[in-house]
């Protein structure tokens, strides 16, 4: 059978790296361990530079490819440092980390790789590790003026400004950040699901249907019939009022004034109302 050759390098095997790793890292190794199937080692943090040159030169792991920050609040040294390396020759990859806290500055990488220059002003932005050694330490993905660090745990996810632009100022302003939204509450239940709350109208559903429905067999149940029907008939009529009324259901007329007893007669001719409006002549 002939051999099949392949231009990649054969795949490092994690057992027994751990071992060889560790006995040549010695007193600088504080913890190995292996976590889904990759090789995690924490070094002490004032001997990094040294860990990681010895990584680099004597086994073969040549390029940083990430440096990573992480965020343990309850922790003393709240912050880890984790640096990501590659080794081409032997296409392997291994996690090295160091603890750091707010004031405790991080040994630079930079003598080492120079790209860790940008890894490490990332993890300075989002984070505020200070590493000691760096000489370009400056924010890169916040903005000019930004304070506080956004990864931290403490750091709200709204954060504090936001910024607009003012058509009249003509520039970018910031303002406090006001979301109306968090006065608002929303439960995401799935309608399918069901909420864990009586919506309006649910409560009518623990009503127990009725055991049996009434029916009308006869119209002597319900009142209607001929009989019935020639009352209304009767009753209805085609021109408006509906209803007719007889003399009696009617309300009487008011009695005429002029005919009361005991009224005094009138003085004069009335008749003639003309004359009797006009005036008098003085002569």
């Known amino acids: ?3 099949v050759l392949h231009s990649a390098p054969r795949f490092t095997l994690i057992d027994g ?9 010695g007193e600088m190794l504080v913890e190995a361990k292996e976590e889904h199937g990759e090789l995690l080692l924490s070094v002490q943090r004032d001997r990094l530079e040294d860990a990681l040159r010895l990584l ?3 086994h073969g792991y040549q390029q940083l490819m990430e440096i990573a920050g992480v965020d343990y609040p309850g922790r003393p040294e709240r912050f880890e440092v984790v640096y990501m390396l590659l080794s081409l020759t032997k296409n392997s990859r ?3 980390k160091v603890s750091a806290s707010e004031t405790t500055p991080v040994p630079t990488a930079t003598t080492l790789w120079p790209n860790a220059g940008w ?3 990332e993890v300075f932005d989002l984070y505020g590790v200070v590493f000691a050694g760096n ?3 400056r924010r890169i993905l916040t903005d000019y003026g930004f304070e506080g660090h956004p990864f931290r745990k403490d750091f709200p ?3 504090y400004v936001e910024l607009r632009y003012s058509e009249e100022e003509q520039r970018v302003v910031y303002e406090p950040v006001e ?3 968090d006065l608002r509450q929303f439960d995401f239940m799935s309608p399918w699901e069901g909420a864990d709350y009586v919506l309006p109208g649910d409560e009518k559903a623990h009503t127990p249907p009725v055991d049996e429905a009434k029916t009308t067999d006869s119209p002597k149940d319900t009142g209607a019939g001929a009989k019935t029907d020639a009352k209304a008939d009767d009753k209805v009529s085609a021109d408006a009022p509906a209803e007719e009324k007889t003399v009696e259901d009617r309300t009487p007329a008011p009695e005429p004034t002029e005919d009361r007893p005991g009224r005094a007669e009138r003085k004069g001719d009335a008749k003639d109302t003309s004359a009797a409006t006009e005036p008098k002549d003085k002569d």
């Not at 790296?17 to 890292?25: E, Q, V």
């Open 94 to 96: 291994i996690m090295v």
């Open 17 to 25: 790296l751990k071992d060889t790793l560790s006995g040549a890292l």
């Open 179 to 181: 979301l109306a939204q």
């Open 1 to 3: 059978m002939a051999t």
């Open 56 to 58: 680099r030169d004597d």
């Open 135 to 137: 000489m370009d330490l």
């Open 157 to 159: 996810l709204t954060g």
């Open 119 to 121: 890894l490490e002003r």
